[in-house]
């Protein structure tokens, strides 16, 4: 039995559809299990992060568990009462979803939030592995909506390059550590295969839509106004403008083979996820009207 926590979000959900299709016994953490849909024969377990006392149940009869915490100016330390309830529960193995960058200083507070879980992940007895993704390649589903409406795409990393991951190849790596006792100890960095700054991202989407797309470079000083004023958090803002400043200065230009030693395969282009996913960014397609 493996359980995830987070199972809706962008790893979780692809983590569990890989395993599934695997055949893998597979339970998912969820706020409120009688209105989310999972594939069939998936467990649904009701886990509030806010409330601690709801982990042990879902620990309950685990042999590996997915880490997904909630990091953030908001924790709680959620990541260490996980473990701690994974410990109670004789759960075997953990696999923690961190961030590219963790515990650099260069990234400011978002660098900062993984640590705790990081290092109480490191201490807690059981095999363990880290997972340090770079950005998912997902991400620029967000670009969808000004396309459908006409206007640009802003660009708020300038001319900063980074080798986007495909989220199915970190889903496919975590299934791996899950699975497997040869990962005990390993923190992996994730990235695609290839640097690309957001304009050649764009350039990209746009061979694969058969359209032109348009950016709009946002300076660096105007970045935080921008997402202000498209009504983001002030915690997210702040969060969002070291991760961008971060990828401006360069310090995200990196590129590794742990998917590759993974895996035994390259990882996902860009193009490919686009590829895939193009459905994503078409317009949404109305019901005719009745008389």
Same mark, same amino acid.
């Given at each position: 039995?493996?359980?995830?926590?987070?199972?809706?979000?962008?790893?979780?959900?692809?983590?569990?559809?890989?395993?599934?299709?695997?055949?893998?016994?597979?339970?998912?953490?969820?706020?409120?299990?009688?209105?989310?849909?999972?594939?069939?024969?998936?467990?649904?377990?009701?886990? &509030?992060?806010?409330?601690?006392?709801? $982990?042990?149940?879902?620990?309950?009869?685990? &042999?590996?568990?997915?880490?997904?915490?909630?990091?953030?100016?908001?924790?709680?330390? @959620?990541?260490?009462?996980?473990?701690?309830?994974?410990?109670?529960?004789?759960? #075997?193995?953990?696999?923690?979803?961190?961030?590219?960058?963790?515990? &650099?200083?260069?990234?400011?507070?978002?660098?900062?939030?993984?640590?705790?879980?990081?290092?109480?992940? #490191?201490?807690?007895?059981?095999?363990?592995?880290?997972?340090?993704?770079?950005? $998912?390649?997902?991400?620029?589903?967000?670009?969808?909506?000004?396309?459908?409406?006409?206007?640009?795409?802003?660009?708020?990393?300038? =001319?900063? #390059? /980074?080798?986007?991951? &495909?989220?199915?190849?970190?889903?496919?790596?975590?299934?791996?550590?899950?699975?497997?006792?040869?990962?005990?100890?390993?923190?992996?960095?994730?990235?695609?295969?290839?640097?690309?700054?957001?304009?050649? /991202?764009?350039?990209?989407?746009?061979? @694969?839509?058969?359209?032109?797309?348009?950016?709009?470079?946002?300076?660096?000083?105007?970045?935080?106004?921008?997402?202000?004023?498209?009504?983001?958090?002030?915690?997210?803002?702040?969060?969002?403008?070291?991760? /961008?400043?971060?990828?401006?200065?360069?310090?995200? =230009?990196?590129?590794?083979?742990?998917?590759?030693?993974?895996?035994?395969?390259?990882?996902?282009?860009?193009?490919?996820?686009?590829?895939?996913?193009?459905?994503?960014?078409?317009?949404?397609?109305?019901?005719? =009207?009745?008389?």
């Amino acid at each position: 039995m493996i359980l995830i926590t987070g199972a809706t979000g962008t790893i979780g959900s692809a983590l569990l559809t890989h395993l599934v299709a695997d055949g893998v016994e597979v339970r998912a953490t969820t706020r409120d299990p009688a209105n989310t849909t999972f594939p069939a024969g998936v467990e649904a377990v009701h886990v &509030d992060y806010r409330d601690p006392s709801t $982990f042990a149940p879902a620990m309950a009869g685990v &042999d590996a568990a997915f880490l997904n915490g909630l990091p953030g100016p908001d924790d709680t330390g @959620v990541d260490a009462a996980l473990i701690e309830a994974a410990r109670a529960a004789g759960v #075997r193995r953990v696999v923690k979803l961190s961030i590219i960058g963790a515990g &650099d200083p260069r990234l400011g507070a978002p660098g900062r939030w993984h640590v705790p879980g990081e290092d109480a992940v #490191r201490v807690c007895g059981l095999e363990w592995t880290i997972l340090r993704p770079n950005t $998912f390649a997902s991400n620029t589903v967000s670009w969808s909506e000004p396309l459908r409406t006409g206007m640009p795409v802003p660009n708020l990393t300038g =001319e900063g #390059r /980074q080798a986007v991951v &495909d989220p199915r190849d970190v889903a496919e790596v975590a299934a791996a550590a899950l699975r497997s006792g040869a990962h005990h100890g390993r923190t992996y960095t994730l990235t695609g295969p290839i640097l690309q700054t957001a304009r050649e /991202q764009a350039t990209v989407l746009s061979e @694969v839509l058969g359209r032109p797309i348009a950016l709009t470079d946002i300076a660096e000083a105007d970045a935080a106004d921008f997402m202000r004023s498209a009504g983001l958090s002030p915690a997210f803002v702040e969060a969002a403008a070291n991760g /961008q400043s971060f990828i401006r200065a360069g310090h995200n =230009e990196l590129i590794t083979d742990d998917i590759t030693r993974v895996l035994g395969r390259p990882p996902r282009s860009y193009a490919t996820w686009a590829a895939d996913h193009r459905a994503a960014f078409l317009p949404v397609a109305t019901a005719p =009207e009745r008389n």
